[in-house]
């Protein structure tokens, strides 16, 4: 035994215990306000400060508690103006207390203060009640402890009792009372270790939490709820277990909450385990999908079912989209019976929690905001609609289903979003040239609009717009150059964002010898003039191989409008430098205006920088495109698509378009003698078929 200056005894027990160590063992658990019976186990008898007998004391500890209490009912001094007025009934009105039974009670900050006071007692004995600083200690801890719940949720909110003790037993920490948490920590122990022995003991009670439901207030059906969970477990390994899901979700509910939110705490609860386990997000997506079946069937479906609800779903889903004018009639016209038998419940299992949760967001037709459209469905519906144009429909159909389906390969989001409604509009990318006319800026940022609106990215060449100053016949006046035009197509891809499904993507591209190539680089910065900013939309410089010679050289490099040098935009190559040297011979002499001189490499400098400062203007090489372009014999390569992922050339009277779908490699693994290896058969029908799929929506579009 140790003795303190006081001439106390300091129990064996906490000698050689560290604070982090306590902190780690403890199990969180006290209940404020409770009876009087606090502190007076025999694991507190080691706690007494003084040398007779804690149990003779007992009695006189409690009287001397509980005349504290009437003396100081409120546990807080005169809040001066830098403290949050935390005993304002005003403010503690908008705070409840869940306490572990699920029931909801008023927030009472003197329940943490005589809890305090007991655990100073507990240590020190009743002269510490008397003390006027072990008062004001306790009411200074309280005001932290209470400060620390309402920043954490400054509108207002409901705090567990867990966490209202979690924050006692760290404000006594920082405080530096360790011997007094250090029993708050043993107590808390001991309780938890009392509860759980009552509870083996106890014989199970009726679920006293209830829920409302269907507008009615009934009982928590927890053999239900823990069914799920467990289903949504099953068959992901020894890691994913049910227990945690289920507690963590009963600490999140409260007495007569929504059964909505039941399912929703059940979710986020498994979500949360993500981080621990990867697995989890298949148990998260399964309850996700339990939530997606009931808002489209209207009723409970375990997924064991889902088989048999599918098949009497899917004609129904189909009728309700036509009727609603999200679908086109002639979906009707498959045969709908066999279609829904076609689908297969089993692969709903197949998703991941992020994959399943953005159909639902962006994806799955509604009505109202009502979902009407389950996965299988969704696949089924993409499948139908790049079938409706086969002979044999049918069995297209299902053929194109099974390797969405099963992952093997999936369209692009244009095609999803799309297939079988109303709006054929299937294809990717757009390509276009802008001309150097008003009439034609403005159609192409009408065509933009419409594009964008069902799904479409786009890619447009700017590089015929004449320059800022340059002379324009009609009013001779000037013109204010490309920047103006770029921020109305920034605008409108913000404004058209494909109807709240995601935002509008447009990439411009400019040729390295465009007069207003400087400011274009600029277009994204964060600084300057934002009326000549263009924070939301892709830019790229189309630069040709002379620019990147003359860098390499040290030499000069020379900027034109368009509208004096209007061949340059068609050349590639030997051509381009030939014109190009002439017309630079030309602005030497000054036979044309406006240009501007500089040094190659300062150019190329200003790129990387601004490149690596906003990541835009992307860097594409004009030259490499064109000689490499197989369409060389009916016109040029002006710029790239969005993602700079295809060259076509484009001109007044073509527009290139882009149809893009995805091979999912991983899944035409086979295992060989060597281990994995490429399933080549596999990939050569998912091939076929994929092709098939692309062709149809070329047709359809």
Partial sequence: MTVLPCGRKKPQILENTTPSA????????????????????????LQASRSHDFNNRKKNDMQLVESTTKINPTPFLAPPQDRISADSPTLLAHYQIIRRNGAVVPFEPAKIAVAMMKAFLA????????????RETVDVLTQAVVRALMRSRPGGGTFHIEDVQDQAELGLMRGGHHEIARAYVLYRERRTQERAHTKEQAAPVAPTMHVLEGGQRVPLDLQHLQRLINDACAGLGADVRPEPIMAETMRNLYDGVPMDEVYKAAILATRTLIEKDPDYTYATARLLMHTIAKEVLGKEVLHADMGQHYAQYFPQFIKKGVDNELLDPQMLQFDLQRLGS?????????????????????????????????PQAFFMRVAMGLALKEIDREARAIEFYEILSSFDFMSSTPTLFNSGTLRSQLSSCYLSTVPDDLDGIYELIKENALLSKFAGGLGNDWTRVRALGSHIKGTNGESQGVVPFLKVVNDTA??????????????????TWHLDVEEFLELRK???????????????????????????????????????????????????????????TQAKQGLIQPTKTLQAADLWRKMLTMLFETGHPWITFKDACNVRSPQQHVGVVHSSNLCTEITLNTSDTETAVCNLGSVNLIQHLKQGANGPELDHDK?????????????????IN
């Fill in 342 to 374: 076609a689908l297969k419940a089993g692969r709903d299992l197949k998703f991941d929690y992020l994959g399943l949760q953005t159909l639902y967001d962006r994806y799955f037709l509604h009505v109202r905001k009502q979902r009407i459209e389950l």
């Fill in 22 to 45: 306590l902190m780690e063992s403890r199990t969180p658990d006290i209940v404020w306000g409770r009876d009087a019976s606090l502190f007076k186990s025999s694991s507190f008898k």
């Fill in 494 to 511: 913000v404004a058209v964002n494909q109807g709240g499904k995601r935002k509008g993507a447009v990439c411009t591209y400019l040729e």
């Fill in 123 to 134: 240590v020190h004995g009743t002269h510490g009640a008397a003390s006027a600083s072990v």
């Fill in 526 to 584: 964060n600084t300057g003039d934002d009326r000549r900013r263009t924070h939301d939309m892709n830019t790229a410089n189309w630069i040709p191989d002379l620019f990147m010679r003359r860098v390499m050289e040290k030499g000069e490099w020379t900027l034109f409008s368009p509208s004096t040098t209007p061949d340059l935009h068609d050349k590639f190559g030997s051509e381009f430098e030939k014109a190009y040297t002439n017309y630079e």
């Fill in 683 to 699: 990939l050569k029908r998912t091939v076929n078929t994929a092709m098939r799929m692309l062709d149809n929506v070329i047709d």
